[in-house]
């Protein structure tokens, strides 16, 4: 590939170069036009290869401190009748902070009879409002009559696709800048100045494509974000040896209108049988009746 790129590249180095040799202009435009539909990314590492060897210290990309994205995850047990009340105070918390602090993702609560709710709180927070956060979530718990059941933190480290992109984004940058400055100096043949116009804005497209995707890598690395859910307490059986006949008794009545209801399913699921196959079976019998009747001897 540096092989074929190679051309290109001297030719460029010759058009920059030189102050007023319009063949040399002619003859780089026409490299770009063979060289940029061809292998248009290939051409952009290969300007960034060439300035790094220029000038190697100057161009070393500078990393920041922290290249790891985290991501936690609480589960709380709560009484059924505190979990709306719990993640209602979270959420407050994180909106009282600040957009710049922390950032609400999604918030969502559920509810099974009187006896069961759930919630699921996740929002985007900057590291140190996080720990101390996450510090009192145990207090939290535990002064609504519950506990943290369960809790993981998961760490991704961005350092490889940091460098990528930025190293992308200065490649993408120094064939705009050749570019723009091939267009405002040298003059050519219009075919070939149209072609370089629309190589200008295919690299202009890449390159805010790559500020976008940078911009994502950097938020992920300066904002961690986090995941709670809320769920309502299990409550276990009791080990009395009454506990059979108390069950018996609170579950009588379930079990009564469960009994109920099949009836009621039966009775539906056979009424339409019986409008239909009553009449048939009714005229069916009728028909047998009239037959036996004919064909019996009358009586002298």
């Known amino acids: 590939m540096r092989r074929t790129l190679l051309p290109g590249a001297m030719a460029l180095c010759l058009a920059a170069c030189s102050g007023g040799d319009d063949q040399a202009a002619e003859s780089y435009a026409g490299a770009a036009a063979e060289i940029a539909p061809a292998a248009p990314v290939e051409l952009a590492m290969e300007a960034a290869d060439t300035d790094a060897g220029d ?3 100057s161009q070393t990309p500078v990393q920041p401190a922290n290249t790891i994205a985290y991501a936690y995850f ?5 009484p059924s009748d505190r979990v709306a009340d719990v993640r209602s105070r979270h959420e407050a918390a994180c909106v009282e902070a600040g957009p710049r602090v922390c950032q609400l993702l999604g918030s969502e609560t559920q509810s099974f009879g009187d006896d069961r709710s759930s919630a699921t709180l996740r929002l985007r927070a900057t590291p140190a409002w996080l720990t101390g956060f996450r510090a009192g979530l145990e207090a939290d718990a535990d002064a609504a009559g519950g506990r943290i ?8 480290d961005l350092s490889r696709s940091l460098t990528d992109t930025e190293a992308r984004l200065r490649a993408l940058e120094t064939l705009r800048d050749r570019l723009q400055q091939l267009l405002a100096t040298r003059s ?3 075919e070939q100045l149209l072609q370089t116009e629309r190589e200008l804005a295919r690299v202009q497209g ?10 994502v890598l950097r938020d992920r690395v300066s904002m961690s ?22 069950n018996a008794f609170s579950n009588s009545l379930r079990v009564f209108m469960a009994t109920l209801g099949g009836l009621i399913y039966l009775v ?8 239909i196959l009553g009449p048939v079976g009714w005229l069916v019998f009728r028909w047998v009746r009239i037959r036996r009747d004919r064909r019996a001897p009358k009586a002298p």
């Open 225 to 246: 974000q986090l995941t709670i859910t809320y769920q309502s307490e299990t409550r276990f059986a009791s080990n009395s040896v009454f506990s059979p006949v108390g």
């Open 188 to 190: 050519g043949p219009l």
């Open 149 to 156: 059941a369960q809790s993981r933190t998961d760490a991704e």
């Open 74 to 78: 609480y589960g709380l047990e709560l």
């Open 206 to 215: 890449e390159l805010d494509a790559t500020r976008s995707a940078l911009t």
């Open 268 to 275: 539906a699921g056979l009424l339409p049988l019986l409008l």
């Open 55 to 57: 000038d190697g210290a």
